[in-house]
């Protein structure tokens, strides 16, 4: 088991970043890799990032690529999120997750974050 927890959201306006974290217990952190996924009122859950066990390698969705960079510490068990330039349609929870596969599916992602809020006002 590997349990995540989220931070660092909150309410900004747009053109403003933020940073997101997640921090992991249980299980080695660096044996998994790691995904970011958000949520927006009345959407489905979509697929934001993921990055590599090492962190080596990293992909995006197009909607955010140039703007978010994931990244992660496994000598702190803790995996980010930055956010920049942020526009009112990056409003979601944003959750990260963690996966013994790299995939942009969240079906192949057995453990999951609370979530935590990112507002973005115009």
């Known amino acids: 088991q590997v349990q995540l927890v989220e931070s660092g959201g909150g309410l900004v306006q747009a053109g403003a970043s933020l940073r997101l974290s997640c921090a992991a217990s249980?299980?080695?952190?660096?044996?998994?890799?790691m995904g970011w996924f958000r949520q927006a009122p009345g959407k489905e859950r979509e697929f934001v990032a993921v990055?590599?066990?090492?962190?080596?390698?990293?992909d995006y969705a197009d909607a955010v690529k140039g703007r978010f960079t994931i990244s992660r510490d496994n000598a702190e068990n803790t995996g980010y999120l930055n956010l920049v330039s942020l526009e009112p349609k990056d409003t979601a929870v944003y959750y990260c997750?963690?996966?013994?596969?790299?995939?942009?599916?969240?079906?192949?992602?057995?453990?999951w974050g609370q979530g935590t809020q990112v507002t973005v006002s115009s």
């Open positions: 997750a963690v996966s013994l596969i790299w995939a942009s599916r969240s079906e192949a992602y057995p453990y």
């Open positions: 249980g299980r080695s952190f660096s044996n998994y890799v």
């Open positions: 990055i590599s066990r090492s962190g080596s390698s990293t």
